[in-house]
């Protein structure tokens, strides 16, 4: 159950912002929001008129056929060969059986030939933009490649890339196919790439040869070739030159996309099933290795078209950038601004290089209407002192989208403040699983600090006590009663589904359980108090703690490890690894230079912890398990007694010292 603190913390943010919201929309704001059009289109063909939000959203969830079939239509893709949805049982909702699409489409229609598709930007380099048609063609081009390699509908093909715009394409041209995509981002070591890669027996891999980030280049062909190693299945290896060195025996980037007279590019798209595969992301790997969650081309299109055009507002005058990874489920939303004709921006590069002002920078150079970043860089510009309206030229930037963990009031208040009180502060929480939002800023609804401003459409929201019944202005589990499009189609290797039902599905029957501890308010707003597992989530990138193990208790010094995230009161982000010792061992200077050595180079350079404790020993459950979750839950201000029953676990008095390393009570 969440924390006594919690609710009160969630009960004094409630009444403290309820009355004065931070932002309210102008009335041209909601007359010029693509929303209030589609209410418009929605109530003419509902006969009714909707008064408001409310109203809107109300409707959505109370006649889900009629609001998917609705928007369908409003974003005109096409013919649907029968029902809308046919069964609403969770897990094992089919929706639109018997229409066939492909994602791909709505980028081709949806181009606009007066602005770039992609900017790319880099640490080192200049601005790259590619245009529209650039897009379409090496997109063509990289299809032929694919299928010259016999690749086929249902073939994976896999990424190991920065963010650039060779990952998109590679990405709209396996989906363009009917193959299925999945890739991670570089900092993963290759151990942790093929925990995740491994598993769905690619026969393509598209690589770089390295990237650049914090000033610092980063030479990854040795990881390439541990990579390539570890997928037997590969028919062919694509190797972007990002840094330009040479790598053996592979296809270049520029042979994959060449384009002659004697091979023209023409693109075609393969007709799928709704629920086609169009890409694998995982789960953070919290408990073994990282679940492969398959999500369907209609599915995400229907979703990402509702969050990005409606919610996001985002069409062909705009201009995209959130910062992230091909690792992370935000690469995936960004690349969903295609589908609107919007331009995205690409940056592989540290948020913080060459100072803090640097997302600022590219924002304002780029002319970016929607900045997306995390709470922990927001805090990293409030402590430098950054000031962002008079640093740079941010006059076109219309919205600051936040997801990762929750930001504070206070950072919600700066960002308002410092980047102007013109933008909209739209803080967003959803997740990998339904790879969109549940809850974010709506161009028409007001902004309260600390708050995400409404569900969105088609989200069946609710908040949970531990007996399953709905609550108000306290805060519960976050439960989704009725099914999304973008719910995933399965699990990869889970064929009887029962890995997918006990993720979500164990707890309340029938309702998705989501993991994060949620506050409904009577204003119609959302507050997220962060999770309710154990997922390590730094800077927007999770990770799973089996991930660190793996790295740290291959030490010799080391018997065993914990490592817990807290997301702390001033939008902070607290990542302590406990360990035990080996007898005559010491944490040594040195000792604490290896672990984070072996995390950075084994695991990922970004989840390397804030402080290494030695601890008297590590708590588990009866049968073995770590108790990651009721350690966080002491960290987050819970009683000893409460976060677990003692006579559960294995020390019970472990937990009365780990209560007592909390900085609170030091």
């Known amino acids: 159950m969440p924390s006594r603190s919690c609710a009160v913390a969630a009960q004094r943010a409630t009444e403290e912002t309820a009355v004065e919201p931070q932002w309210v929309p102008a009335e041209r704001d909601i007359a010029a929001a693509r929303i209030t059009d589609f209410a418009r289109f929605a109530g003419a063909r509902a006969g009714r008129e909707f008064d408001g939000y409310p109203a809107l959203w109300q409707w959505s969830v109370d006649d889900l056929p009629g609001f998917w079939h609705t928007l369908w239509d409003y974003f005109r893709l096409g013919e649907i060969g029968g029902e809308v949805l046919a069964s609403r049982e969770m897990p094992g909702a089919q929706w639109f059986p018997g229409t066939r699409i492909n994602y791909v489409d709505q980028v081709i229609r949806a181009l606009n030939p007066e ?19 650039e897009l379409i063609d090496v997109t ?27 990952a998109i394409v590679a990405f709209l ?38 990237y650049a980030y914090g000033g610092k280049t980063h030479d990854k062909r040795a990881d390439l070739a541990a990579v390539r190693a570890g997928l037997p299945t590969l028919r062919g290896t694509v190797v972007v030159p990002r840094l330009g060195l040479p790598v053996d025996d592979v296809t270049p980037w520029a042979d994959a996309v060449a384009i002659t007279e004697a091979q023209p590019q023409v693109i075609t798209t393969e007709p799928v099933d709704f629920d086609h595969p169009l890409w694998i992301v995982f789960s953070s790997g919290t408990t073994g290795l990282p679940k492969g969650i398959v999500h369907g081309h209609g599915g995400v299109l229907l979703e990402h078209l509702k969050a990005v055009a409606l919610h996001a507002d985002i069409g062909p005058d705009d201009t995209f950038f959130w910062y992230t990874s091909p690792s992370w489920m935000m690469w995936n939303f960004q690349v969903a601004g295609l589908l609107t004709g919007a331009t995205v921006v690409t940056y592989d590069g540290s948020p913080t290089h060459p100072d803090p002002g640097a997302l600022w920078r590219i924002a304002a150079e780029t002319g970016s209407t929607v900045l997306g970043t995390s709470p922990g860089y927001v805090l990293a510009c409030i402590k430098d002192g950054l000031v962002p309206r008079t640093a740079f030229d941010l006059s076109a930037l219309r919205t600051v989208g936040i997801t990762g963990s929750s930001l504070p009031p206070a950072s919600s208040a700066w960002i308002g403040a410092n980047a102007g009180d013109h933008v909209q502060v739209s803080s967003i929480s959803g997740g990998t699983d339904v790879v ?15 708050e995400l401003s409404a569900p969105y459409l088609g989200v069946a929201l609710d908040a949970f006590d531990p007996d399953g019944e709905s609550v108000r202005d306290e805060v519960g589990e976050l439960v989704v009663t009725a099914p999304m499009p973008s719910m995933p189609v399965r699990f990869w290797n889970d064929p009887d589904g029962h890995r997918y039902h006990d993720a979500y599905f164990d707890t309340f029957p029938g309702v998705w359980r989501h993991g994060d501890w949620i506050t409904l308010t ?75 050595s072996a995390i950075r180079t084994e695991v990922s350079p970004r989840h390397v912890p804030d402080e290494v404790i030695v601890a008297p020993g590590i708590p588990h459950t009866r049968t073995g398990k770590k108790l990651e979750v009721p350690i966080k839950k002491l960290f987050q201000g819970a009683e000893a007694g409460r976060v677990v029953e003692r006579s559960a676990v294995d020390d019970p008095e472990l937990l009365d010292w780990y209560a007592g390393q909390r900085p609170s009570a030091k």
């Open 115 to 133: 602005r770039p598709a992609i900017v790319q930007i880099t640490e080192e380099r200049a601005p790259r933009e590619v245009s529209w048609a």
């Open 436 to 450: 969109s939002a549940f809850a974010g800023g709506t161009r028409t609804v007001p902004v309260w600090p600390g």
């Open 173 to 210: 041209a396996t989906a363009s196919i009917g193959a299925v995509w999945s890739a991670c981002g570089q900092d993963y070591s290759p151990k942790a790439a093929l925990d995740r890669l491994g598993q769905l027996e690619p026969v393509v891999l598209v690589a770089a040869d390295g």
């Open 140 to 166: 063509a081009a990289f299809a032929r490649t694919l299928r010259e390699l016999g690749v086929g509908a249902g073939d994976r093909v896999a990424g190991y890339l920065p963010n650039i715009p060779e």
């Open 522 to 596: 009577g204003h119609g707003s959302v507050v997220v108090h962060g999770r309710s597992d154990s997922t390590l989530n730094r800077h927007g990138i999770r990770m799973g703690s089996a991930d660190i193990y793996q790295s740290v208790e291959r030490l010799p010094e080391i018997t065993e490890a914990l490592v817990i995230g807290v997301e702390q009161p001033d939008g902070g982000y607290w990542m302590p690894l406990f360990v035990t010792l080996a007898p005559g061992a010491e944490l040594t200077d040195e000792l604490r230079a290896r672990i984070a």
